[in-house]
């Protein structure tokens, strides 16, 4: 359980932090600000700040986050008329922090209960100083200044120059499909790095490789090298077509036919019953065969994502197009079982995990729900055709009903997976 949890925290924490780093990266580019950069959700446990950037570790390794300024998932605390905030000035009486937690204090701060507030446009704060509200005073606040919210995080404000719609539309579409970007990139460095940890690349074809021990295949006289080429008479011409075709027999005697060395010959065999993600498949003991070469290695990284890749785009539109069920979906409960079994294979178990999930991150945010990168790059797109952007207000709306949908799914696959995995 212990290994679990650590490789479950890893594995996400890569994710994450290679996820919204393209985020990151192509924001800084693009000239907008990033206020935060947060490994994690919920309570913050740490934060640094780094130029204009505030790195933040948060309780929850359950995903993360980039803020960049003036987006509508921004979550600026809004400065009310009545807040009471601390100020710290330079040597010109320009506010360069601006205290709102009381958790943290502020050398030579000057009170303050905040009358007006502009922290974006013309940069201003007036309020009451010390108490005495017989003058409101006011006093200009530098463009690069700090806030201080409320649980203590020092976040730079966000002027309208480096906020995320003054950045060419082009430069915001880039930078929304950066994320996305990444997770590609991240599968094809661990598929690389997997052919090799492997010494071979895992080919889509119905040629197998005999596990050498509890293995039925084995025990009907299967051997390393042959090929399957079809059960009960359905061909099985590649990898993806013999797994679908054996997991659709789990204990039920099933007749395979064998090519040898150019020589057929039929086999009978009952594959094992395993259980998985709440449901019986059937298992016989074999993996693809290995491609050994160092071309096959080298390029393993492209080869292996295209080939996913297709398989996962192909499973989105079975989903679509045919029966739904939320057994074709799995969220944070469902993914550790599957960590428990990947850490249980090694490292190669591991890494095509990491692989997997990447891959699954990118197709997912690509799917044009608000809320989700996807959904962000319609609205690019509706702007680009409309030659203006969609309005601030409506933006909100939209990426609210998108959130609100995606926390009912959440909720309705965490409990379908809790079934799955504990009730049954």
Do not use: C
Not at 66 to 89: S, Y
Not at 260 to 276: D, K, S, V, Y
Not at 305 to 333: E, Q, R
Request: proline share 3%.
């Amino acid at each position: 359980m212990i290994t679990t949890i650590i490789v479950f925290i890893i594995v996400f924490g890569i994710l994450v932090i290679f996820h919204e780093f393209g985020h990151y990266i192509m924001a800084k580019r693009s000239g907008i600000l990033v206020r935060e950069f947060s490994v994690g959700m919920g309570p913050k446990l740490f934060f640094h700040r780094s130029g204009s950037t505030t790195f933040t570790l948060r309780l929850l390794p359950l995903g993360g986050y980039v803020r960049m300024a003036g987006e509508v998932d921004d979550g600026e605390e809004e400065l009310k008329p009545g807040t009471p905030v601390t100020l710290q000035l330079n040597d010109h009486d320009i506010v360069t922090r601006i205290n709102t937690s009381n958790k943290h204090s502020l050398f030579q701060g000057i009170p303050l209960t905040v009358t007006d507030v502009d922290l974006s446009h013309n940069l201003f704060i007036k309020g009451y100083e010390n108490g005495d509200e017989s003058t409101i005073k006011s006093y200009s606040v530098d463009h690069d200044a700090v806030i201080i919210e409320n649980d203590g995080t020092e976040l730079q404000i966000a002027p309208e120059d480096v906020q995320f719609q003054a950045a060419p539309l082009g430069k915001r579409m880039l930078t929304n499909f950066a994320g996305v970007f990444n997770n590609f990139i991240l599968a094809i460095l661990v598929y690389t790095i997997l052919g090799f940890v492997q010494g071979g690349v895992q080919s889509n074809t119905n040629q197998i490789d005999v596990m050498p021990s509890n293995s039925v295949a084995r025990q009907a006289g299967i051997k390393s090298g042959d090929r399957i080429v079809s059960i009960n008479g359905h061909k099985t011409a590649n990898w993806d077509q013999l797994a679908v075709q054996i997991q659709a027999n789990p204990g039920k005697r099933v007749k395979a036919e064998i090519n040898r060395n150019g020589q057929n010959r039929t086999i009978q065999m009952t594959p094992r019953a395993n259980q998985q993600g709440g449901k019986k498949i059937g298992v016989i003991g074999i993996t693809q065969s290995l491609d050994k070469s160092f071309k096959a290695k080298a390029l393993s990284g492209f080869t292996q994502t295209w080939t996913m890749t297709k398989t996962l785009l192909g499973a989105l539109w079975s989903m679509i197009s045919g029966h739904f069920s939320l057994n074709d979906l799995g969220g944070p409960v469902a993914i550790f079982a599957t960590t428990s079994q990947a850490a249980s294979m090694g490292v190669s178990g591991v890494l095509t995990f990491l692989a997997w999930l990447s891959l699954n991150l990118a197709i997912i945010n690509l799917i044009p729900i608000p809320g989700l990168d996807g959904g962000k790059l319609v609205l690019n797109i509706i702007e680009a055709i409309r030659r203006k952007p969609v309005s601030q207000r409506t933006e909100t709306i939209v990426t609210l009903i998108g959130f609100a949908f995606l926390m009912i799914l959440m909720i309705l696959v965490t409990w379908n997976d809790i079934e799955r995995y504990f009730l049954h």
